[in-house]
């Protein structure tokens, strides 16, 4: 598709939105005022995320919930009829691109990679991120109400990244950007300009195939520079000083990718490693052993063979459990029984969207039917969209489930989430009811229309 035919439809999106904006203004205001009221959802199915709750309420109040139970509605509360439907908290998309890429084929509105040679481990993913990104909204009526938007790679999964656009060890001045490739963010996909919940959460780096091509073609080389980079990382750590009066030996690293990277060398922030093949993932269990880092898996399709190391190791996996063809020699195991195995071995497991999890992340529910229907426990597929990825990040109890003290984020469902057909009836983000509405929902409206199209739209 020609960049002049995708503006095209992004202006005809806008200026259909236009008028729909113009007539939210006041209901916009009271969404803001509505985070301070009291809604209670009532009479439906109710996943808490760890727990079900039959014929039961939930209440919302100044953006969290407060309660829920079997009670009825307290006095004064807005009411949602939830009987016959089921409400789940807000589902979390991981390894996500949402709000940090409009067009894949346009790199003018990707700001999920940095190709500067200067710069790696210290790109900060939230610098970039749009709130009014048209990725948001069709995300959110797939139940998605949080992202953890990540940097892309040359191995990251649907990130348009191709190998020959990465530049190898060695070029330049600065250790090559792919080794690390830069900090992810949480966000919230509430309607308004405050999405970000919290930056540099986690650091991301390729390994396996697409590591050792960063390192020069060999596996065995990329380790050895990690640990070298980590060595120099924990030397500027004890030596700023030195560094500062140049008293320090040469460093292979920016001073802002060192810093940046001394929180991964102490093992406060989590890296996250997209690995894939199983001996490339006991090697990297390895290397944390080693070195004292805090992992996540990313991808892990032959997991399930190694799932017990993986389990001792404590080390929680991100996964997309449709990965189930050997679509290379990495994934020459892969199984669509992989998350029921890493489950039952007692590894925390979060379950992706497709293709990047952006455009396509709102299928991160139909992921976790299918990983059901090949063994996983429909208990721990809600969990894997919801308290799971928020545990992962750090920041379990703030959202990813229904609780009281847990963010409000709340969705009433006309049937099991988990069904293709099940649609969102009801969407509230920090307390706050989100429009059930999208660009692509927009354009199917105005062109099924049967009044003349504008002149613009005329044969």
């Known amino acids: 598709m020609r960049l002049s035919h995708i503006l095209a439809g992004a202006v005809a999106a806008l200026s259909l939105a236009a008028p729909a904006l113009a007539q939210s203004g006041p209901q916009v205001a009271r969404s803001a005022v509505g985070q301070n009221e009291t809604v209670a959802i009532v009479g439906g199915r109710i996943l808490t995320g760890d727990s079900v709750i039959e014929n039961g309420t939930v209440v919302i109040r100044d953006g969290k919930i407060v309660s829920v139970g079997s009670g009825g509605a307290p006095s004064g509360a807005r009411v949602i009829d939830a009987v016959g439907k089921t409400v789940a908290p807000g589902f979390v998309a991981v390894d996500s691109g949402l709000a940090g890429t409009e067009v894949g084929s346009v790199s003018g509105t990707n700001e999920l990679r940095n190709s500067a040679n200067t710069l790696s481990a210290a790109f900060d993913i939230s ?18 109400t949080r992202a953890i938007v990540v940097p892309q790679h040359p191995g990251s999964s649907g990130g348009h990244v191709h190998e020959d656009e990465t530049a190898g060890a060695g070029d330049g001045g600065y250790q090559t950007p792919g080794l690390f490739a830069g900090q992810a963010a949480i966000i919230n996909l509430g309607q308004g300009s405050n999405i970000l919940v919290k930056p540099r959460v986690a650091m ?43 008293g320090l030996r040469d460093l292979s690293l920016s001073r802002a990718d060192l810093e940046a990277l001394i929180p991964v060398a102490n093992g406060t922030m989590p890296l996250i490693v997209t690995v894939h093949r199983a001996s490339d993932i006991q090697q990297v269990l390895r290397l944390a052993r080693e070195e004292g880092i805090k992992l996540i898996l990313d991808g892990a399709e032959e997991g399930w063979l190694v799932a017990g190391d993986i389990a001792a190791a404590g080390v929680p996996v991100l996964l997309n459990p449709i990965s189930n063809l050997p679509s290379d020699f990495e994934m020459r195991a892969a199984r669509a029984e992989n998350a029921a195995a890493l489950n039952a071995a007692g590894v925390v497991i979060a379950i992706k969207g497709n293709e990047g999890s952006t455009h396509r992340a709102r299928e991160a529910r139909y992921n976790a039917g299918n990983a059901v229907s090949h063994g996983l426990p429909y208990s721990a597929a809600i969990a894997a969209l919801t308290v799971n990825p928020a545990k992962i990040f750090g920041m379990a109890g703030q959202f990813g489930q229904i609780a009281p003290g847990a963010a409000g984020d709340v969705v009433v469902w006309s049937g099991d989430p988990l069904e293709p057909l099940s649609q969102p009836s009801a969407v509230f983000v920090n307390g706050v009811e989100q429009p059930l509405t999208s660009r692509p929902l927009m354009l199917r409206d105005r062109y099924r229309q049967q009044t003349p199209m504008p ?3 005329r044969n």
């Open 127 to 144: 610098y970039g991120l749009d709130p009014w990104s048209f990725t948001l909204p069709v995300a959110r009526l797939g139940g998605i």
């Open 204 to 246: 991301v780096a390729p390994f396996g195939e697409a590591g050792a091509g960063i390192a020069g073609g060999a596996r065995g080389a990329q380790f050895v520079l990690f640990k070298e980079t980590l060595s120099e990382v924990r030397l500027y750590a004890r030596n700023k000083s030195a560094y500062e009066r140049a």
């Open 455 to 457: 002149p613009a739209y």
